[in-house]
Nanobody
Framework: QLVESGGGLVQAGGSLRLSCAASGRIYSSHFMGWFRQAPGKEREFVAGIRWGYGTTYYAEFAKGRFTISRVVAENTVYLQMNMLQPDDTAVYYC????????????????WGQGTQVTVSS
């Protein structure tokens, strides 16, 4: 089970750090991903991290602004989001891919309930 937190309302240019706490065992080959879904849009990949090695991967729009990390001892994945813009407004979800690196939503399981991020202009 995955539980997201850390969302909220922030002004454009601000920052937020999202957390995704896992209650089950995460193996080194698993790939933890953050996705987001804006109103009226499909869910899209944001960033991911391989649990064992910490290798990261980002969507183009996230590069340079977002940072994904994990703390193994806490069984938690973080998404630090800086320079937020109104277009970043969405519900952010985390999930796990047992197939390794993937940006495809269908490869992910155990979706959390999501956390709302709202960026005002």
């Amino acid at each position: 089970q995955l539980v997201e937190s850390g969302g909220g309302l922030v002004q454009a240019g601000g920052s937020l750090r999202l957390s995704c706490a896992a209650s089950g065992r995460i193996y080194s080959s698993h790939f933890m991903g953050w996705f987001r879904q804006a109103p009226g849009k499909e869910r899209e990949f944001v960033a991911g991290i391989r649990w064992g090695y910490g290798t990261t991967y980002y969507a183009e729009f996230a590069k340079g602004r977002f940072t994904i990390s994990r703390v193994v001892a806490e069984n938690t994945v973080y998404l630090q989001m800086n320079m937020l813009q109104p277009d970043d407004t969405a519900v952010y979800y985390c999930a796990v891919s047992y197939r390794g690196l993937s940006t495809a939503e269908n490869d992910y399981k155990n979706w959390g309930q999501g956390t709302q991020v709202t960026v005002s202009s």
